[in-house]
């Protein structure tokens, strides 16, 4: 028996798409970064893009095993600091503006920096180092997909590196087949799993190497 409430969700995004034809898919997809003058090489961590799929899109939100296992150094880390308040962890937001017009601007995103003078910072700092040459979990790739008010939700985390724009095709590429169940995430990643030992070979566990995921946002 159908989900009434998932079917009237569904109903709304096809909805959603069918009024917004005007909308730009540049290669039937819409990419949000930016990938030129980043190192070739680099280990990538998470993307997301929007693209179409039969009469509705779809909001495409990948990360690496890697970045799962970088959540659960985080996550076990927290668990160990619940004495130490967050409240001040970090200063005031600083917004970024973009013009929209010779006197107007619009707050696009907000920077944070981070309040490191703070014994709470450096306590917070030294349990999460503890944690990462201590945790060993195992991440295996999985398939999220949801309903939205405006397009198909789809989490999917998946040992691919998306490093330029062809990459980030061919991720594409792949969701759409499995939303259409042409192929399993078992079938292209069989016995796939993401543990301490490929941390170390990536040289993440040297502390100070996870601090920063790169990625400049196109407008």
């Not at 993307?47 to 799929?53: A, G, Q, S, Y």
């Not at 619009?106 to 709470?120: A, D, F, G, V």
């Not at 997909?145 to 397009?151: I, R």
Request: proline letters at 5%.
């Amino acid at each position: 028996m159908k989900n009434p409430y998932v079917e009237g969700l569904k109903l709304r995004a096809k909805q959603y798409h069918r009024t917004r034809r005007g909308d730009y898919f540049e290669g039937g997809i819409k990419s949000f970064h930016l990938y030129d003058g980043l190192p070739p090489d680099r280990l990538s961590w998470w993307d997301d893009v929007t693209f179409i799929l039969n009469d509705y899109r779809v909001a495409l939100a990948w990360h690496h095993p890697r970045m799962a296992f970088e959540d659960a150094i985080d996550d076990e880390a927290l668990r160990l600091a619940v004495d130490i308040p967050f409240d001040n962890f970090m200063h005031e937001g600083e917004p970024v503006y973009k013009p929209i017009g010779k006197s107007r601007k619009k707050i696009i995103h907000t920077t944070y920096r981070s309040s490191s003078q703070t014994n709470e910072y450096e306590r917070w700092q030294d349990m999460r180092r503890q944690v990462m040459q201590s945790i060993n979990v195992e991440i295996t790739p999985y398939l999220k997909p949801s309903w939205g008010q405006f397009s198909r939700i789809v989490y999917l985390c998946a040992p691919i590196e998306i490093r330029n724009q062809t990459d980030l095709h061919q991720l594409v590429a792949m969701t759409r087949r499995l939303l259409k169940r042409e192929m399993t995430l078992s079938e292209i990643f069989p016995n796939y799993q993401y543990t301490r030992a490929d941390w170390e070979r990536e040289g993440l566990n040297i502390v100070g190497t996870t601090d920063l995921h790169i990625h400049k946002v196109g407008l």
